[in-house]
């Protein structure tokens, strides 16, 4: 029988290493929250019962019918994924994930375990493209570890199988080998690391554009249904997580991130109008990477944030206030007729950009002697009235009345702005369940206005538009995101589903868009209370995720230019005696300025991570105090003994070899002893456990070396 017949028909178990191997690369993919509870739930059982019963499988694991019919039912469910419209790499994890369950099951005589390990790589590969987790990471590194200890288990069992004994394995299996196995793999992942650092990120994103719907997290839309709203307010998923670049963020009641405005409005639906002859978006020239002015330069103070935003239905891009200047690794920017800004083609993915825009403080003096006039667009005749913002559905003609009643006497139309503003405040009930139509005929709009004014933020919105619009105010009704959590941890504004919000933006001839609240803000806004021990944990867990994402995933060529710009800037302020660099002249944030400014999360994590890693080096490098671990040190001990008398191990010399040349020159006790002690070590070094201690070896061989240095003073003493 040849070698390779040999090993194919081997059987035996598999390595306890492999299930470890499988479950890490499964969770790589089980954090990515792409995968269906049931698939996981399928993973587990097989997981269980196949390492349960690894020992003496069932009839089923070995039956090949058996085997070919989960693998048939397999492939229908990755077609089935396929043909609804998933992305590819959706319905590849649904293969790999329980092909792989199918292949622990598989009991049955194996040549290696390469289907196993692939499954398990191609895991790994694509949660990386599915996710960036903090929690990815170190997920890779065990994987590393397993898939490393696997294969050489692996091999030694088949070595050990066809020499002949089959528990020649286990002892081989040596605390030196586990150490040296480690050992490398860390290397391994060193070198990772420092490749990392050293090349700028790649997009995998032909990975990603698969067929049918995209991997959106947050329910934001470009269209807004009256009594949909609602529900995302129970969410505590977060959105967008905001740091201050210059300056400091508003306090949360103040706190407004812009998203998208709309005109159009038919009773239930708000929806941005198209222009005539025209497409919805326009690109606006420039490349985010070195900046897109949207407005010229002017006097008015700037506020800059620096936002991350989760992946978002449209690719909306978030601003607190009038736009100036963004900064960010896209390529283009597209804007709509009412000034929403989107990322084409960055919907599915996390984003992080920096935003400067010019917030827009109601001035009461100056608003009084404004007029609320339609912007100017261009038509087809020239510039002329937005007169879209003053139209209307048909509505019950009760509502106009209404509105009328609330604004009679108003001195200017700020004035009427601000009474609608304030009686829907001062009358309205904030709930996230309106009451029901009691008229199917009545839009949602006209029983909210009419009857006890209860409802939501979209509600409250709707309703402050058309009461506006029917007294000739242009509005406009604006939905994002306000409030928000401070993370005192990380320093930022955590900005969740929770937050979501709609208000309204009333057009003058001076001043412009300004905003209108009507939503009652104590009920809409979260109570500050004090933070339970899992919230702080949550928090840890979320500045964490910041940090890596902006220091380590979308660490690209740019911010490797900003940190070195950083560090010879750093070093040129040290040089010239400056305590800091001026933040003007280096307005990318390199890994040097993140640690020294808002680096707060580091450096509190620093010293916990430091004593983690000393710890793990101590573990891997430290040797056993075992007695089995005593050989080695008892062997090097001889070794010291025996060069005070010129008997060196040589490099090339082998343990056994060297007994040999020391053998003759000593005594009978002294060769005993020493050959005893070099059995022992090569019995640790090849697996085997040594019998006994080796302290009387070792007393014997050190008198036999005290005789050995007296008959050589003796001989040169009588020379």
Request: glycine letters at 8%; charged letters at 25%; hydrophobic letters at 45%.
């Amino acid at each position: 029988m040849s070698r390779r017949e040999f090993r194919g028909a081997v059987e035996g178990p598999r390595p306890a290493a492999a299930w470890a191997m499988a479950v890490v690369s499964s969770a790589a993919l089980w954090v990515t929250e792409q995968l269906p509870l049931w698939i996981v739930a399928v993973q587990l059982v097989a997981f269980a019962v196949s390492h349960a019963t690894r020992h003496d499988p069932p009839a089923f694991r070995r039956s090949p019918v058996w085997l070919n019919v989960f693998m048939a039912g397999i492939t229908t469910v990755t077609i089935r994924s396929a043909l609804a419209g998933n992305p590819a790499t959706i319905s590849l994890a649904y293969f790999t994930s329980l092909a792989q369950g199918l292949q622990l099951l598989d009991a049955r005589p194996r040549k290696s375990e390469f289907v196993l390990v692939a499954l398990s790589l191609f895991q790994v590969i694509l949660a990386s493209n599915l996710t960036d987790s903090v929690l990815f990471p170190p997920l890779v590194l065990a994987f590393v570890v397993a898939v490393t200890w696997t294969l050489l288990v692996h091999t030694l069992q088949m070595e050990a199988a066809e020499a002949g004994d089959p528990a020649a394995a286990d002892r081989a299996i040596a605390p030196d080998l586990r150490r040296m196995t480690l050992v490398a793999t860390g290397a391994c992942l060193v070198l990772a690391m420092a490749l990392f650092v050293l090349l700028p990120r790649l997009k995998t994103s032909w990975m990603r554009n698969g067929p049918g719907r995209g991997l959106a997290i947050a329910g934001f839309s470009d269209r807004v249904s009256l009594g949909e709203g609602g529900p995302i307010r129970e969410d505590g998923s977060v959105v967008l997580r905001v740091e201050p670049v210059e300056g400091e963020l508003p306090p949360p009641e103040e706190a407004y991130w812009r998203g998208l405005a709309f005109d159009a409005f038919d009773g239930r639906e708000w929806s941005i109008s198209r222009p005539e002859r025209a497409a919805a978006r326009r690109s606006i020239s420039g490349v985010g990477r070195f900046g897109i002015d949207l407005e010229p330069p002017g006097q008015d103070p700037l506020a800059a944030q620096r936002i991350l935003r989760e992946p978002v239905e449209a690719g909306v891009v978030f601003a607190p206030g009038r736009v100036q200047r963004i900064e960010g690794p896209f390529q283009h920017l597209e804007t709509d007729r009412n000034g929403g800004l989107y990322l084409p083609g960055r919907a599915d993915e996390r984003v992080r950009y920096t935003i400067w825009s010019r917030p827009v403080p109601r001035d009461p003096e100056r608003l009084a002697h404004d007029h609320a006039r339609p912007p100017s667009e261009p038509g087809p005749g020239g510039a002329r009235a937005a007169i879209r913002y003053l139209e209307l559905p048909a509505l019950d003609p009760r509502v106009a009345e209404r509105a009328h009643a609330i604004v009679e006497g108003a001195g200017s139309d700020y004035e009427k702005a601000l009474r609608i503003e304030q009686r829907l405040r001062q009358e309205g009930r904030y709930t996230l369940s309106p009451p029901p139509l009691g008229d199917d005929r009545q839009s949602p709009v006209e029983a909210f206005v009419l009857g006890d004014l209860e409802g939501h933020c979209e509600y409250f919105a709707s309703a402050m538009v058309v009461l506006a619009r029917s007294q000739g105010l242009p509005a406009r009704l604006v939905n994002g995101f306000a409030g928000g959590v401070p993370n005192e941890l990380g320093g930022f504004v955590e900005v969740t589903h929770a937050d979501a919000h709609a208000w309204v933006e009333v057009h003058f001839e001076q001043a412009g868009w300004v905003r209108f609240d009507p939503t009652p803000p104590t009920l809409r806004l979260r109570a500050e209370t004090a933070l339970s021990p899992w919230e702080r944990l949550a928090q840890l867990g979320s500045a964490i995720e910041l940090w890596w994402f902006q220091r380590v995933v979308d660490f690209d060529s740019a911010d490797q230019i900003g940190a070195m710009r950083s560090l010879w800037k750093a070093w040129n302020a040290r040089r010239e005696g400056r305590d800091r660099v001026d933040p003007a002249e280096a307005p990318e944030r390199g890994w040097l300025e993140a640690w020294r400014s808002g680096g707060a999360t580091l450096r509190r994590l620093a010293p916990i991570g430091g004593v983690l890693v000393l710890g793990l080096a101590l573990v891997i490098i430290r040797r056993p105090r075992r007695d089995d671990a005593l050989v080695p040190a008892t062997y090097r001990r001889a070794q010291r003994l025996l060069a005070r008398r010129g008997w060196v191990r040589g490099p090339a010399t082998s343990a056994r070899d060297f007994l040999g040349e020391v053998a003759p020159a000593l005594d009978a006790e002294g060769r005993e002893a020493f050959d005893a002690i070099t059995r022992a070590y090569l019995a640790e070094r090849f697996g085997e456990a040594p019998a006994a201690r080796l302290d009387t070896e070792l007393e014997a061989l050190t008198r036999a070396v005290d005789r050995m240095r007296l008959r050589h003073e003796s001989h040169v003493g009588e020379a």
